[in-house]
């Protein structure tokens, strides 16, 4: 079992807090360093200094780095076009050394949109747009170099693009898509991903869309099980019921709902929940969505406490 650290900075963080956090999950052992890519944030926080942008941030950790893997949970597509985007993304994997992994969204936050002057399309333009943007992005990676891409979408064209610089990685970094739609989400996934990602959703509702996944993949001839599985859920681990409590709070969450929808309790506790969670989903992965990105103590627990337990 993967376990990955994954950040929510635009609730208040810097670069120096992100690569604070970055280092001491690479010191530790675990698997990636993850971030959100949103500009506004959410609820009662406070959001200073600022957001930070996610691949201007992740191409400096990828030099203050060594082996942890980086990567999005996900980058909006409705906040970079995808010719751009690709570039920005390849570059980061080569300064990595090939560590990047590319999680891709079609945005919601309307909020964002709206104070930095960004366009929120309908949900189904939306997703049309999404879609262009998997098949481009992908493309430009994967065309041979010396080549040339084109493409003609009813919301993007390239024109014999030499799709450059090329990723570190070959063909192409492990893309990640998630979200809980029935019909459009599988059949993307199908198409595309090398990962799939269930954010904070609930075990059967997270088994349900997983099957959904391996239908589509099916149906198009793929094997199911190149897609990796794998959930992301807050944590509140402590040594102590009164540790756990604390941490809650101090992330403005009911621990009793923390119990419920997330990963709250004692090391052994957190082990035999991603256990149940394993033996209802068939995950090999889970992101650690750590909110309160002072308390590296938590960070280190989980480190020296549970993940040796899920070997």
């Keep these: 079992m993967d376990l990955r650290i994954f950040t929510e900075p635009q609730q208040g963080a810097s670069y120096d807090d ?4 970055a280092k001491a999950t690479e010191a530790a052992g675990y698997d990636a360093f993850f971030r959100s890519d949103h500009y506004l944030k959410m609820g009662s ?3 200073l200094p600022g ?11 990828a030099r203050e780095t060594s082996r942890i893997r980086l990567g999005t949970l996900v980058t ?19 300064m990595s050394g090939g560590r990047v992994e590319f999680g891709l969204g079609s945005g919601w936050y309307d909020a964002e949109h709206e104070a930095y002057g960004l366009t929120l399309p309908p949900l189904k333009e939306r997703f049309d747009r999404y879609a262009e943007q998997l098949e481009i992005i992908t493309g430009l990676w994967k065309t041979p170099a010396g080549s040339t891409y084109s493409f003609k979408g009813e919301y993007y064209s ?39 990602n269930l954010p904070f959703a609930d075990a059967d509702a997270a088994a349900a869309q997983f099957a959904r996944v391996d239908a589509a993949a099916a149906e198009i001839g ?25 941490r809650a709070s101090a992330i403005g969450r009911d621990l009793t709902e923390l119990r419920a929808n997330g990963l709250a309790g004692t090391p052994a506790e957190v ?20 909110l309160d990105l002072a308390d590296l103590d938590q960070l280190e627990l989980v480190a020296a406490e549970v993940a040796p337990q899920l070997d």
């Design 18 to 21: 992100l690569l604070r956090v």
């Design 45 to 47: 926080a406070d959001g």
């Design 51 to 61: 957001p930070t942008d996610a691949w201007i941030t992740l191409a400096g950790l």
């Design 76 to 94: 909006a597509a409705t906040f970079r076009y995808p010719g751009p985007l690709a570039i920005s993304v390849a570059q980061v994997d080569r």
């Design 158 to 196: 390239l024109t014999e693009s030499p799709g450059l610089p090329k990723p570190a990685q070959s063909p192409a970094p492990p893309v990640i898509i998630g979200g809980q739609g029935k019909k459009r989400t599988p059949a993307l996934a199908a198409r595309f991903a090398d990962e799939f």
């Design 222 to 246: 793929r094997d199911p099980k190149e897609i990796l599985r794998s959930v992301a859920l807050t944590i509140a681990v402590g040594r102590s019921d009164e540790e756990v409590a604390r």
């Design 271 to 290: 082990v035999d929940r991603i256990g149940q969670w394993r033996e209802k989903t068939g995950i090999t992965r889970v992101y650690l969505q750590l």
